[in-house]
Nanobody
Framework: VQLQASGGGLVQAGGSLRLSCAAS????????MAWFRQGPGNEREFVAA????????YYADSVRGRFTISRDYAKNTVYLQMDSLKPEDTAVYYC???????????????????WGQGTLVTVSS
């Protein structure tokens, strides 16, 4: 599975961006998909996920209500709509994919086998 993330850029606080993650080699309907991010000097952290079965979504507390994860089967692509952006959202955003069945791993890096190259989001104050 190859993942290609795009859509990052520079935006002012309060603005919006939509990230895309195009998958190839396997259909996203068979995969749990997620976004993680890594800010300057920080560990890579969970942002959002969508499960392959049922489409249940999960969010980090810091982004719930502002970010929305979605998927388009026809395009084999997952999106992260980011609204009301804050300077603390500045990070490299990575998409990830996995076929695990352990629910508790949906927010953990260990739950994902494939990673994209990352796209930089910079939010200015």
């Amino acid at each position: 599975v190859q993942l290609q993330a795009s859509g990052g850029g520079l935006v002012q606080a309060g603005g919006s961006l939509r990230l895309s993650c195009a998958a190839s080699g396997r259909t996203i309907s068979s995969l749990n998909m997620a976004w993680f991010r890594q800010g300057p000097g920080n560990e890579r952290e969970f942002v959002a996920a969508i499960r392959r079965n049922g489409g249940f979504t999960y969010y980090a507390d810091s982004v719930r209500g502002r970010f929305t994860i979605s998927r388009d089967y026809a395009k084999n692509t997952v999106y992260l709509q980011m609204d009301s952006l804050k300077p603390e959202d500045t990070a490299v955003y990575y998409c990830a994919a996995g076929s695990g069945t352990i629910l508790s791993n949906v927010r953990q890096k260990v739950g994902y086998d494939y990673w994209g190259q990352g796209t930089l989001v910079t939010v200015s104050s």
